[in-house]
């Protein structure tokens, strides 16, 4: 039988809450065994062995990062926890150890994945601090209120029916067509 797996041997969270830990249990640091041959292993072992002490640990941190992007606060957010965690595996493969921080859209095989499949933009609603929103929407709610006002109703009306009778349209043909005749007159055409 496995033993439970204690990944703070492994990768200790420095962000990690300390309200949290006081309240779970900390087991002891008990001597790993033997790592199990990764090509003969069960399932089981492959996971507990090779694939969790990395992901564990990865998750954590993605969990820290979606409590500060407040994703637990609202329904939408710029955070996209794949991308993250895509980001933070790639920076913590033993491989790479000796390398600098990677960001995500500099990783090779992300680069080459959205060369070929671009994502669509994120809304800028995304990207707006709560007061840069909140001004968009005090001045959208504003501009709704004057445009409800009478005395500018009636100054609306008054455009809409200039434009419907389109006396301006033929004004306006009829000034450029003055202005080519001088121009002809000028270039000594007629």
């Known amino acids: 039988m496995l033993q439970p797996l204690c990944t703070e041997q492994f990768y200790p969270s420095p962000a990690a809450d300390a309200v949290v830990q006081q309240f779970l249990p900390t087991p ?18 492959y996971l507990e062995y ?18 500060k992007e407040k994703c637990f606060e609202r ?9 993250f965690l895509v980001e933070w595996l790639y920076n913590h493969n033993p491989r ?10 500099s990783i090779p095989f992300v680069h080459d994945w959205l060369k070929d499949h671009p994502r669509q933009p994120l809304p800028l609603s995304f990207f707006l601090s709560e007061e840069e929103a909140s001004i968009i929407i005090q001045a ?20 809409k029916q200039f434009r419907d009778e389109k006396t301006i349209f ?3 043909e009829q000034f450029w067509a003055e202005q080519e005749a001088r121009a002809a007159i000028q270039r000594g055409d007629l």
Do not use: N
Not at 75 to 83: L, N, Y
């Open 28 to 45: 002891k640091a008990a001597p790993l065994p033997q790592a199990p041959d990764p090509k003969t292993c069960s399932p089981e072992e």
């Open 170 to 172: 033929e004004k306006v």
């Open 50 to 67: 090779y694939i969790f002490p990395v992901l564990l640990p990865g998750m954590t941190e993605l969990l820290h990062q979606a409590k």
């Open 140 to 159: 959208f709610w504003r501009g709704y209120r004057v445009r409800c006002d009478k005395e500018v109703q009636e100054l609306r009306q008054w455009q």
């Open 96 to 105: 790479r150890k000796d390398e600098s921080f990677t960001e995500f859209l």
């Open 75 to 83: 329904k939408r957010t710029k955070f996209i926890a794949c991308d």
